[in-house]
C-alpha cells in the first residue's frame, strides 16, 4: 500500500491556493487528512464530488420549479415562496430554521476559512513575533467581516459576487493541473500566471464598477478569456524557462 500513496511533493502541490480554500474543501481536506489509505483519500474524494452534486442540484432544481408555479415577477425569495406554497405550516418552519442553519454555517465556514489562511501564510511571516497567530486570525476575522459586509451592501447581486469569486481561481485552477499532471512544472510559471489571472481579474472588475452602467461585475465571456488567458501564459513562461536553462 505504500507504494500507491502520492508522493508528499504532489500533496503539497495539490492543495489548493488561497482563493480555493472555501467551505467545500475543508470538509474533503479533513477527510483525505484522515484517510487510512491513499486508496481510502481517493475514493473519499471522489464520493464528496457525487454528494456535491447531488446536493448541489436542490437549488437548480427548485429554481425551475420556480419558473414554472410562480408568478413571472417573482424574481427574489423564490425558496421561501415555494415553501409557503407547497409546505404545511409546521413544516414550513422547520425548512426555515434548517436553511438558517445553514447559512450561518457557511457565513462561519466563510470568514474562519480565508482570515487563517490570511494570518498563518501571507501576514504570518511578516510580522513574525510581533503579534501572536491567534489575534492576528482575529483581526483578519473581523476585517474579512467588514469587508464582506461592505461588498454585500454596495448593491451587487449576490449571484454576481459569487461568479466574480469563482472567476479568480480559474488561474489557481490552471496551475493545480500543471502541478499534478506536469513532471517538469516550473515554479515561476506558476507564479507569473497566478499574477496576471488575479490582475486580470481586479482591472476587469475595477472597470466594470467604474463604468457604473448597472451591468453585471463580470462580462459574460470574461471566465473563458481568462481561463485561456492563464494557460497561454504558463505554457509561454514554462517554455521560456525551460528554454533559457537549455542554454
Known amino acids: ?50 454528494l456535491y452534486i447531488f446536493f448541489g442540484s436542490f437549488p437548480v432544481l427548485l429554481g425551475l420549479a420556480g419558473n414554472l408555479l410562480l408568478e413571472d415577477s417573482l424574481l ?9 406554497m407547497l409546505l404545511s405550516p409546521t413544516i414550513a418552519v422547520v425548512f426555515a ?9 457557511s457565513v462561519d465556514s466563510g470568514l474562519l476559512a480565508p482570515a487563517s489562511v490570511l494570518a498563518k501564510n501571507i501576514l504570518g511571516p511578516l510580522l513574525k513575533d510581533r503579534i501572536s497567530l491567534v489575534s492576528l486570525t482575529r483581526i483578519c476575522v473581523m ?47 506558476g507564479v507569473l500566471t497566478l499574477a496576471t489571472g488575479i490582475g486580470l481579474w481586479m482591472y476587469e472588475i ?26 497561454a501564459v504558463y505554457g509561454v513562461t514554462h517554455f521560456a524557462v525551460t528554454a533559457l536553462r537549455r542554454e
Open 1 to 50: 500500500m505504500a507504494s500507491t500513496a502520492p508522493k508528499p511533493s504532489v500533496l503539497r502541490a495539490s492543495r489548493p491556493s488561497a482563493p480555493r480554500r472555501n467551505v467545500f474543501a475543508a470538509p474533503t481536506r479533513r477527510t483525505n487528512a484522515s484517510a487510512r489509505s491513499a486508496r481510502t483519500a481517493a475514493r473519499s474524494c471522489v464520493a464528496a464530488g457525487l
Open 76 to 84: 427574489v425569495g423564490v425558496i421561501p415562496a415555494l415553501a409557503e
Open 97 to 105: 430554521l434548517t436553511l438558517t442553519a445553514a447559512v450561518t454555517s
Open 143 to 189: 476585517a474579512i467581516a467588514a469587508t464582506s459586509a461592505a461588498m454585500a451592501l454596495s448593491g451587487t447581486r449576490a449571484f454576481e459576487l459569487i461568479q466574480g469569486t469563482y472567476a479568480v481561481t480559474l488561474p489557481s485552477f490552471v496551475v493545480l493541473l500543471a502541478a499534478l499532471y506536469h513532471k517538469n512544472a516550473r515554479p515561476l510559471a
Open 206 to 231: 475595477g472597470r466594470n464598477i467604474a463604468d457604473d452602467t448597472g451591468e453585471e461585475v463580470l462580462s459574460p465571456g470574461f471566465p473563458i478569456v481568462l481561463f485561456a488567458l492563464s494557460f
